[in-house]
């Protein structure tokens, strides 16, 4: 089975959606599931995990109701406030939905650096295990060393990084993302999403062989048993189809053994998010 473990669905508003500004109009209107379905079955993929972008329970609670009503997504990840004095109350209440997955936060946004390492935010990662809830880290590479401590300190926590913390493919100088996915790759409990690539590519004049160097990197340090197939549907129309992006990964994946392609494109995702 095929499953694309990153992609989001919304109903464009421009104030909930501000993030989204006027050099992405393309994103600047609904993407539903019936928008995204058709794109699925072209590309052999079975199924999804839709991923929140808008930090509130409301949006939870759309996309689990999305997800009750079409049998191919097959998972959620939304939002909670990871930091709320009531979080066991709302972990108890929301561990009743089934396709509910696991959880995630905008840290990319934070204006503080050290964001996943502040006492509220590890003490909320601390409840997660419990109630078998994962964690996506949206984050950069200048978080990848606070990454490196928290996941270190909940060894009993899932972690899925995403977009492989994204690194600037329009230079060249990979370094520091380097030896911060090293790092965290030796860590057991974290797997990576290989999404998101051509969005922090020239969205215009990207080629594939901008993201050989990064995907040669993640796949000897994660090995292919922790990597994750994500589209990053629809933020991932500001550069290219969605045949595009999965083509890069098509290309570049095709030189593995079919039992590790399979785990890549499916199985591991399914492993990951208890599909």
Known sequence: MKIDSHQHFWKFHPVKDSWINDDMKILQQDFLPSDLH????ENSIDGCVVVQADQSEEETHFLLKLASVNDWIKGVVGWIDIRSKNLENRLQYFSQYKKLKGFRHIVQAEPEEYFLLRDDFCEGISKLSKYNFTYDLLIFPMHLPYAVELVKRFPQQSFVIDHLAKPDFKQSDFSLWEKGIR??????NV???????V???DWNNWKESDF???LDVVTEAFGMNRLLFGSDWPVSLLAASYEQSCGILVHYFSKFP????DKFWGGNAIEFYNL
Do not use: D, H, M, R
């Open 38 to 41: 058709s794109l699925l079955q």
């Open 183 to 188: 790092e965290i790759a030796n860590c057991p």
């Open 191 to 197: 797997f990576c999403k290989v999404s998101g690539l």
């Open 199 to 201: 969005t922090e590519a």
């Open 212 to 214: 050989t160097y990064c």
């Open 258 to 261: 079919k039992e590790q392609q």
